[in-house]
């Protein structure tokens, strides 16, 4: 058997060297997508702030946002701007709570209701009434139904344009022969704030897009 060179017994060190100083950088480089990806997905959600428009997990999908702000009327009430994952699209919803009792509020599926939309006459969509589970959360034996309302879809650019120089949003149910909502709801009005409506979108425009870029990636590398 040969003799190692005095050469090969430099260079072999060297080699090893330099494989596990490549590995440990493909290794970093590995642990920082995988905390970016994390970061980014945990870091996204802000705390409610009364008053104020913030940024929370999506009803559905777990790469929906919600951008929401609470009621100035009946404060649990939020209104609720869907962000779809193509980052232009808003489902607008809201929700209004009650504790009236009427048997017949069990039994309903879905509506379409008289409205009124700051100074606009609309029609708008309940898809469904679903009951609180007081009870079985917090052990109180509380009656609350809660009407979701669906108010549309719309583009970002339209629901900014539409509210410009707008302080406040009122939304009101009617009372009439499509809907008796005095019998069912406790209160047929609530308002909320425009205080950083506008800077909320962008952000979640921003965050969709990165999320966006993220998962194209992830497929990317499949």
């Known amino acids: 058997m040969n003799k190692p060179s005095k050469e090969n017994t430099i260079l072999f060190p060297l080699f090893?060297?330099?494989?596990?100083?490549?590995l440990f950088i493909m290794l970093a480089q590995a642990f920082a997508?995988?905390?970016?990806?994390?970061?980014?997905?945990?870091?996204i959600y802000e705390e409610r702030v009364d008053g104020k428009w913030t940024i929370e997990k999506g009803m559905g999908d777990r790469d929906e946002l919600l951008i929401s702000i609470n009621g100035e009327v009946v404060h649990g009430d939020r209104l609720r701007y869907r962000l779809m994952n193509d980052c232009e699209t808003i489902n607008v919803l809201t929700q209004f709570s009650t504790m009236k009792e009427n048997p017949k509020t069990k039994n309903?599926?879905?509506?379409?209701?008289s409205a009124k939309y700051i100074e606009e006459d609309i029609n708008v969509h309940i898809p469904f009434v679903n009951k609180m589970p007081w009870k079985e959360a917090a052990g109180v034996d509380l009656d609350m139904w809660v009407f979701w309302v669906d108010l549309g879809?719309?583009?970002i650019d339209l629901i900014k344009d539409y509210h410009k120089n707008m302080d406040e949003i009122t939304f009101s149910i009617k009372h009439d022969a499509l809907f008796k909502a005095d019998n069912y709801l406790d209160y047929k009005t609530n308002s909320w704030s425009t205080n950083g409506m506008n800077e909320a979108l962008d952000r979640a425009v921003n965050i969709c897009k990165n999320i966006n870029s993220i998962n194209t990636q992830e497929v990317l590398k499949s």
């Open 153 to 155: 879809w719309y583009t």
């Open 33 to 43: 997508v995988t905390d970016e990806n994390t970061t980014v997905k945990t870091s």
């Open 16 to 22: 090893v060297l330099l494989t596990l100083l490549c």
């Open 108 to 113: 309903i599926k879905k509506l379409y209701v």
